[in-house]
T-cell receptor, first 115, second 106 residues
Framework: DTAVSQTPKYLVTQMGNDKSIKCEQNLGHDTMYWYKQDSKKFLKIMFS???????INETVPNRFSPKSPDKAHLNLHINSLELGDSAVYFC??????????????FGSGTRLTVV | KNEVEQSPQNLTAQEGEFITINCSYSVGISALHWLQQHPGGGIVSLFMLSSGKKKHGRLIATINIQEKHSSLHITASHPRDSAVYIC????????FGKGTHLIIQP
């Protein structure tokens, strides 16, 4: 069973379109994240959700909106796609315990190409 | 300046060599992570450490909290170890280094 699964794996779309990427984790973790990896392979956090509440929202355009229907799911919706949105988006999850964060697990990534 | 700095950026070595990748950080962290990413592949968490040393097979990770420095070592390196190794830290959401692109030649 895949611990953190993302769909789709590849997404090619035109500028101006709206698209969603889905993420689900079956680890029982209480925190989920979205990360963006740019063309230079540099990873940067976009959002973090803890028990369905947004706890980090870095300087991400408001065209990006995370949606968490429950703590096992964190979807990413992107409006009015731009060329610069082309990247690989990774979902991840973790659990907070008495000694800190543990069990950090990444999904396999969604390669978004905007044409 | 990135809050997590890794060195070297690129490393090519021969099979069997002992490999060291270094990471320095200025962020406040509860744990330091070492991640591995193969070309076109997903990200795998290798280690999470908040003190001391951890070992898994041929991989060893150490951290010095006072000096805000961590190292990842690979003993008896093999071509299948070729990947990008990323250091990351943070209290919740991670801040990443730019990665070390490691190539092990047969």
């Amino acid at each position: 069973d895949t611990a953190v699964s993302q769909t789709p794996k590849y997404l090619v779309t035109q500028m101006g379109n709206d698209k969603s990427i889905k993420c689900e984790q079956n680890l029982g973790h209480d925190t989920m994240y979205w990360y963006k990896q740019d063309s230079k392979k540099f990873l940067k956090i976009m959002f973090s959700y803890n028990n369905k509440e947004l706890i980090i929202n870095e300087t991400v355009p408001n065209r990006f909106s995370p949606k968490s229907p429950d703590k096992a799911h964190l979807n990413l919706h992107i409006n009015s796609l731009e060329l610069g949105d082309s990247a690989v988006y990774f979902c991840a999850s973790s659990q907070v315990g008495p000694l800190g964060i543990y069990g950090y697990t990444f999904g396999s990534g969604t390669r978004l190409t905007v044409v | 300046k990135n809050e997590v700095e890794q060195s070297p950026q690129n490393l090519t070595a021969q099979e069997g060599e002992f490999i060291t990748i270094n990471c320095s950080y200025s962020v406040g962290i509860s744990a330091l992570h070492w991640l591995q990413q193969h070309p076109g592949g997903g990200i795998v968490s290798l280690f999470m450490l908040s003190s001391g040393k951890k070992k898994h097979g041929r991989l060893i990770a150490t951290i010095n909290i006072q000096e805000k420095h961590s190292s990842l070592h690979i003993t008896a390196s093999h071509p299948r170890d070729s990947a990008v190794y990323i250091c990351a830290g943070g209290a919740d959401g991670l801040t990443f280094g730019k990665g070390t692109h490691l190539i092990i030649q047969p």
